[in-house]
């Protein structure tokens, strides 16, 4: 299965800034996906990302505050704009293993904004 | 779109016991059924995962059933051990619908000496 890196795994930020949060893996993905754990909830998918297309975004997220790159088959970007405390979460990427299955997830970035 | 629902919310066994936790869904599309565990600080794992052309599957201690009639499927975890301790998760996707996975709201399952 995939390998997923995930950076930073843990940050405080001040609000109204921004953080980006990187996404590598080790073989090429048509699809990522990146993901918001709320503290002590479950799994919201926030958007899809496909090499060389604009993402899919899930209702109730918007691009302008959480942009996303894809820029080759096996490394995504997600950004989190003008922070507030409400966006303190987990932030995690996912990818398919094999065409519809078996999803890998990376090990999140902890996200308190202050 | 789907909607998962898990039950129970926390569960709690003794060493060695079986536990059950449950989900049910919503799109009769659906047709992929992963479970995640997830520990504290630790992204979800994969931990079995059934395909709606089967009815259960099994992999040492855990198995998974589907009642795809019913609309719900199980995750059974047998002999329990302080490891299995975690935080579990179903999922549900419709394969080729844009493969997006929709989670349950977890089972905090604790495991008892």
């Known amino acids: 299965s995939a390998v997923i890196s995930q950076k930073p795994s843990r940050d405080i930020c001040q609000r109204g800034t921004s953080l980006t949060i990187q996404c590598q893996v080790d073989?090429?993905?048509?699809?990522m996906f990146w993901y918001r754990q709320q503290p002590g909830q479950s799994l919201t998918l926030i958007a899809t990302?496909?090499?060389?297309?604009?993402?899919?975004?899930e209702s109730g997220f918007v691009i302008d505050k959480f942009p996303i790159s894809r820029p080759n088959l096996t490394f995504s970007t997600l950004t989190v704009s003008n922070m507030s405390p409400e966006d303190s979460s987990i932030y995690l990427c996912?990818?398919?293993?094999?065409?519809?299955?078996?999803?890998?997830f990376g090990s999140g970035t902890r996200l308190t904004v202050v | 779109g789907e909607n998962v629902e898990q039950h129970p919310s926390t569960l709690s066994v003794q060493e060695g016991d079986s536990a059950v936790i449950k989900c049910t869904y919503s799109?009769?599309?659906?047709?992929?059924f992963p479970w995640y565990k997830q520990e504290l600080g630790k992204g979800p794992q994969l931990i079995i995962d059934?395909?709606?052309?089967?009815g259960e599957k099994k992999d040492q201690r855990i198995a998974v059933t589907l009642n795809k009639t019913a609309k719900h499927f199980s995750l059974h975890i047998t002999e329990t051990q302080p490891e299995d301790s975690a935080v579990y998760f179903c999922?549900?996707?419709?394969?080729?619908?844009?493969?997006?996975?929709?989670f349950g709201t977890g089972t905090q399952l604790k495991v008892e000496l």
């Open positions: 996912s990818v398919e293993r094999d065409a519809g299955y078996g999803y890998t």
């Open positions: 073989s090429q993905v048509t699809m």
């Open positions: 999922a549900a996707s419709r394969r080729g619908g844009g493969n997006k996975l929709t």
């Open positions: 799109d009769s599309a659906s047709n992929y």
């Open positions: 990302a496909n090499q060389g297309s604009e993402a899919t975004y």
């Open positions: 059934i395909r709606s052309n089967v």
